[in-house]
C-alpha cells in the first residue's frame, strides 16, 4: 500500500513540478535579462489557456498544430506583455515596474472573466500519448504530457539560446547590458524577445496543467507565485536547475498532500519561499529585489 502512495506522488508530483519548472524558465529567462520580476507570468498561462480552449473548440486540432497554435498565441501575449509594463517604463524606477507587472495580472484576469466567465474550462487532452507503467511507477497521460512539453521546450531554449543570434544578444544582455549594446545589440529588442519566450513557455504550461485541473480565471496569481518559488529554489542563472526547481517544489507538494493533507502544501510551499529570501547570499538578494 506504502509503495502505491509513494508511485502516486511520484506521478502527480511530476505533472504539477514540471508545469512549475517552465513557469520557472519564463521567470528566469525575463528576470536575467531586465532584472524584472513578472507577477504577470501567471496570467500569461491564463489567457494562453483559455485562447487554446477557444481553439479547440472552433478547430479541430492535430498535436503539432496544437503546439502551434499555442506557441504562437503566447508569443504573441508576451510581446503585448511587454509593451503594456518593462517596454512602458524602461526607465523607471524597478518598483514601478514590478507594480506595473502586478497591475498587468489583474486587468488580465479580468479580461479573462469578461470573455471566458468564471466556470472552469476543460482544456482536452491534445497530444495522443497512452500512460505509461515500469514497475511499481505509473505515469499518466497528463504526467507523460507535462514532462514531453516541459523537457521538450527546455531542451529548444537552451539550444535557442546557445547557438542563434537572438538567444546570443539575449545572453549578451543578461551579462552586461552596457557592453552588449556597444557591441552592437539592442537592450530593447532583447527583452522583448524574454518576454515573448515567457509568454510561450506560459503557453505550454498552460497546455499541460488545463487537463490536470481546469482553467480558471483566478488560477494565475497562484501558479505564478509557484513559478516563483520555483525559480529561487533553482538560483535563476542555470536552465537546469531552475527546472529542476519547479519538478522539486511539485514532488514536495504532492508529499505534502499525502502526508499533511491539501490544506497545509500552501503554507509551507511559500515558508520555504521566505526561508530562501532569508537565507539567499547578500549580493543575490539585492539582485532579486531590483
Same mark, same amino acid.
Given at each position: 500500500?506504502?509503495?502505491?502512495?509513494?508511485?502516486?506522488?511520484?506521478?502527480?508530483?511530476?505533472?504539477?513540478?514540471?508545469?512549475?519548472?517552465?513557469?520557472?524558465?519564463?521567470?528566469?529567462?525575463?528576470?536575467?535579462?531586465?532584472?524584472?520580476?513578472?507577477?504577470?507570468?501567471?496570467?500569461?498561462?491564463?489567457?494562453?489557456?483559455?485562447?487554446?480552449?477557444?481553439?479547440?473548440?472552433?478547430?479541430?486540432?492535430?498535436?503539432?498544430?496544437?503546439?502551434?497554435?499555442?506557441?504562437?498565441?503566447?508569443?504573441?501575449?508576451?510581446?503585448?506583455?511587454?509593451?503594456? =509594463?518593462?517596454?512602458?517604463?524602461?526607465?523607471?524606477?524597478?518598483?514601478?515596474?514590478?507594480?506595473? =507587472?502586478?497591475?498587468?495580472?489583474?486587468?488580465?484576469?479580468?479580461?479573462?472573466?469578461?470573455?471566458?466567465?468564471?466556470?472552469?474550462?476543460?482544456?482536452?487532452?491534445?497530444?495522443?500519448?497512452?500512460?505509461?507503467?515500469?514497475?511499481?511507477?505509473?505515469?499518466?497521460?497528463?504526467?507523460? =504530457?507535462?514532462?514531453?512539453?516541459?523537457?521538450?521546450?527546455?531542451?529548444?531554449?537552451?539550444?535557442?539560446?546557445?547557438?542563434?543570434?537572438?538567444?546570443?544578444?539575449?545572453?549578451?544582455?543578461?551579462?552586461?547590458?552596457?557592453?552588449? =549594446?556597444?557591441?552592437?545589440?539592442?537592450?530593447?529588442?532583447?527583452?522583448?524577445?524574454?518576454?515573448?519566450?515567457?509568454?510561450?513557455?506560459?503557453?505550454?504550461?498552460?497546455?499541460?496543467?488545463?487537463?490536470?485541473?481546469?482553467?480558471?480565471?483566478?488560477?494565475?496569481?497562484?501558479?505564478?507565485?509557484?513559478?516563483?518559488?520555483?525559480?529561487?529554489?533553482?538560483?535563476?542563472?542555470?536552465?537546469?536547475?531552475?527546472?529542476?526547481?519547479?519538478?522539486?517544489?511539485?514532488?514536495?507538494?504532492?508529499?505534502?498532500?499525502?502526508?499533511?493533507?491539501?490544506?497545509?502544501?500552501?503554507?509551507?510551499?511559500?515558508?520555504?519561499?521566505?526561508?530562501?529570501?532569508?537565507?539567499?547570499?547578500?549580493?543575490?538578494?539585492?539582485?532579486?529585489?531590483?
Amino acid at each position: 500500500m506504502l509503495l502505491l502512495y509513494l508511485a502516486q506522488t511520484i506521478n502527480s508530483g511530476l505533472a504539477l513540478g514540471a508545469v512549475y519548472g517552465l513557469m520557472a524558465l519564463g521567470f528566469s529567462l525575463v528576470y536575467n535579462s531586465s532584472r524584472l520580476i513578472n507577477f504577470a507570468q501567471g496570467e500569461l498561462l491564463l489567457l494562453s489557456g483559455l485562447g487554446l480552449y477557444s481553439m479547440t473548440q472552433a478547430f479541430s486540432l492535430n498535436p503539432l498544430l496544437a503546439i502551434a497554435a499555442a506557441g504562437l498565441w503566447g508569443l504573441m501575449l508576451g510581446v503585448v506583455l511587454y509593451a503594456t =509594463t518593462l517596454g512602458f517604463s524602461l526607465r523607471k524606477h524597478p518598483l514601478k515596474q514590478l507594480m506595473l =507587472t502586478v497591475a498587468a495580472s489583474l486587468t488580465w484576469q479580468g479580461a479573462a472573466i469578461l470573455v471566458w466567465g468564471k466556470k472552469p474550462l476543460m482544456l482536452p487532452q491534445l497530444l495522443p500519448l497512452s500512460s505509461v507503467r515500469l514497475g511499481p511507477l505509473f505515469f499518466s497521460q497528463d504526467t507523460l =504530457t507535462a514532462l514531453i512539453l516541459a523537457m521538450g521546450s527546455g531542451a529548444l531554449l537552451s539550444l535557442f539560446l546557445r547557438y542563434t543570434r537572438w538567444g546570443r544578444a539575449i545572453r549578451a544582455v543578461s551579462m552586461n547590458p552596457l557592453a552588449a =549594446t556597444l557591441q552592437g545589440v539592442n537592450p530593447k529588442k532583447a527583452y522583448a524577445m524574454t518576454f515573448a519566450l515567457a509568454g510561450l513557455l506560459a503557453a505550454l504550461a498552460g497546455m499541460a496543467v488545463g487537463p490536470q485541473t481546469m482553467l480558471r480565471y483566478d488560477m494565475g496569481l497562484g501558479i505564478g507565485l509557484k513559478g516563483f518559488v520555483a525559480a529561487t529554489l533553482g538560483g535563476y542563472s542555470s536552465l537546469g536547475r531552475v527546472f529542476l526547481g519547479g519538478i522539486g517544489l511539485g514532488l514536495l507538494e504532492a508529499l505534502l498532500i499525502l502526508t499533511l493533507g491539501a490544506e497545509i502544501k500552501e503554507a509551507v510551499t511559500y515558508s520555504i519561499l521566505i526561508v530562501i529570501l532569508i537565507l539567499m547570499p547578500h549580493k543575490e538578494r539585492e539582485a532579486v529585489r531590483a
